[in-house]
């Protein structure tokens, strides 16, 4: 069930001030639309250890892994290409899932609890509607959420 401002508003009442927005959980469930793979051009940053694990996955070298599948960005981070209309390179055209999500980033992993997306409840509900995902499904603890949002600062 989605969550509604209203819900969400009446929730808040019940937490202390120095808790954060989401103390009582949030609802998220996958439903493996690939919306957070597609769409608008971005990056899916990867570190050195993710590289090697998306590598052996796929049965290749790093070395032809990241000529084929990595870019780097300024600052020295590296992020998965994507293909030219946003798509993450790693979505299926026709499935709409991922090929590599045993071993996905620890951005794909920790979606949809960003930091950027927790600031406020107006972020979360920004999330919740474009993602069906979001609002629904199994309830995630404080806890879980925050150690997911520790995963990449984004």
Known sequence: MKRTSTQAR??????TPSEPWYAAGLRFECTGCGY??????GY???TEEEIRALADRLKMEVE???AQFVRELPGGEKSLVERPNGDC???????????????RP???RSFPFWPSQLRSERDWEKVCRTCPGCGRGRLHTREEIERLAGLIDI
């Open 64 to 66: 032809e892994f990241e």
């Open 89 to 103: 390179v790693f979505l299926d055209l026709y499935s709409r899932q991922c090929l590599v999500y045993e071993v």
């Open 10 to 15: 009446r929730t808040s009442k019940l937490r």
């Open 44 to 46: 899916v940053y990867v």
């Open 106 to 108: 620890r951005q794909c």
């Open 36 to 41: 957070c793979c597609s769409g608008q051009p």
